[in-house]
């Protein structure tokens, strides 16, 4: 074989492309074994062209299919030409405002959307960016727990979920080894009756969210659960029957908010309550989960002053 060396090839003149000369060789063909180098700023200009404009083809040929102007790069793998040209990315729904999911539980089925995050949702008619709880135990993201939760494979929940426990003598809590999360689960309670005895937790629902349900258990009602309109208000424990709001009550309730308050002293101390709220997606037709599965999140409480919490009321 031949060998060509030089510093510089150019064409004579004859030829042009692309507005300069070129080297024609005589069989029209560039045969490369090993490598070709080029500059970092050089370029190839690929054939382009219609259909009609395929050479005959080979194995491993590559050029530009100029069908209505779309410059789709092709290959010819032996068979067929094929497209080289990845499709558009499809946009995630729940990305935008312009492309909403349907629901989070969607977005979890659909596109295994795993991060629990604020995303477009159109469940009421209008996408508004909304909470989607993904990792939701109950499997529907839809629905997402306002209040304090630990890990549920357990029989009983002793180490979170919101509790709160006061007991006057003791100095509010201080050094008291029930309070399994201070300062996000008990209230600044200094006295009986005082203003001080009257903060309030406010649980406002996340964007895109409407409260679907709220309960409270206290030392007063003992196992029986109360707060979302239709269940009881009348509860009983070992020592006499109170109303269950005696010493705990639901106040500032919206559609949005929940607040939850301790507000008298009828029941004696230690003042105990454990509670929980839920959210849902705005319009969401998914099912909601079981009130019993709300209930699970109660903190296990043995209540010392009556009644035991065994997560059943």
């Known amino acids: 074989m031949s060998t060509v060396k030089a510093n510089n090839l150019e064409g ?24 070709l180098e ?33 410059g789709t790069l092709e290959g010819y ?23 909403p999911a349907e629901s989070c539980y ?10 629990n995050g604020f995303y477009w949702i159109d469940s009421s008619g209008t996408p508004t960016l909304t909470w989607c709880f993904m990792e939701a135990p109950w499997g529907e993201p839809d629905y997402s727990l306002l209040t304090p939760y630990g890990d549920m494979s ?43 005895a009257d903060t309030r937790y406010n649980y406002p629902a ?3 969210h409407v409260i679907h349900w709220y309960g409270a258990r206290s030392h007063c009602g003992g196992d029986r659960t109360f707060g979302f309109p239709g269940m009881t208000n009348s509860c009983s424990n070992n020592v006499g029957t109170y109303n269950c709001n005696q010493v705990f009550r639901f106040n500032g309730v919206t559609s949005t908010n929940v ?9 004696g101390d230690p003042n105990e309550a454990t509670l929980v709220v839920v959210s849902k997606v ?8 079981s009130i019993n599965t709300w209930k699970a999140y109660f903190r296990d409480v043995g209540w010392r002053y009556g009644g035991v919490n065994s997560q059943n009321g």
């Open 206 to 208: 996340p964007s895109g």
């Open 106 to 115: 969607d977005m979890l089925t659909t596109d295994s959307i795993t991060q």
């Open 154 to 196: 357990q029989t009983y929940n002793n180490n979170y979920g919101w509790f709160h426990h006061d007991d006057r003598d003791g100095g509010n809590m201080t050094g008291n080894g029930r309070a399994k999360n201070p300062g996000s689960e008990y209230f600044v309670y200094f006295c009986d009756g005082c203003s001080e």
């Open 38 to 70: 080029m500059d970092n700023a050089a370029s190839i200009v690929l054939p382009s062209g219609d259909e009609d404009d395929r050479p005959t083809p080979a194995s491993g040929q590559v050029r530009v299919n100029m069908v209505s102007g779309s």
């Open 259 to 267: 607040g939850f308050e301790q507000h008298a002293d009828n029941c």
């Open 77 to 99: 793998n032996g068979t067929e030409w094929v497209s080289l040209t990845a499709p558009p990315a499809q946009p995630i729904a729940g990305s935008s405002a312009e492309n």
């Open 12 to 35: 004579s003149g004859g030829v042009i492309r692309n507005d300069k000369a070129a080297v024609q060789l005589s069989d029209g063909s560039l045969n490369v074994v090993g490598a």
């Open 282 to 289: 705005n319009g969401t037709d998914r099912p909601a989960p």
